[in-house]
């Protein structure tokens, strides 16, 4: 396969695939993590949502990817932070290799109205907060 067809069809599957996937995200935009859940993979098609600060503590839901530099600079940090205060229970949620997690981020930028061009990791979201990025979640997550 030459260059420009590999190009034009790779063109032509986000053309096709990016609006589906973002269509389906606004039919079907659930949120279901509860904190003492310790099932990282659980799903998203419950109709509750559990993003307040559960009875057992404060949830920190920290999206990252295996391999990024970016979320292995702040991971040592929001791990401190947990370990800092115990009220927090930290949800780590790698998007990477778990496809329902991707699946989860995708709900969580959509429920929080994150603009798409913001939309990267690493990632955290605390009650009604998002703190997007290395330099929003060092800076501003213990505040």
Known sequence: MTMKKFYFLSIIFFIIFIPNLVLAEEQNCQINLPC???????????????????????????????????????????????????????????????????QKLLDFYFRFQVPGKNQVIPAVFIGNQSFIGTGPIKDNLEK
């Open 36 to 102: 003492s859940d310790n099932n990282q993979s659980s799903s998203t098609a419950a109709a509750t949502d559990n993003l307040e600060p559960s009875s057992t503590g404060i949830c920190v839901y920290f999206f990252y990817g295996n391999g990024c530099p970016h979320c292995a600079e702040v991971e040592p940090f929001i791990k401190e932070l947990a370990k800092k205060y115990p009220e927090v229970q930290l949800k780590e949620l790698e998007i990477y290799y778990n496809e329902a997690n991707r």
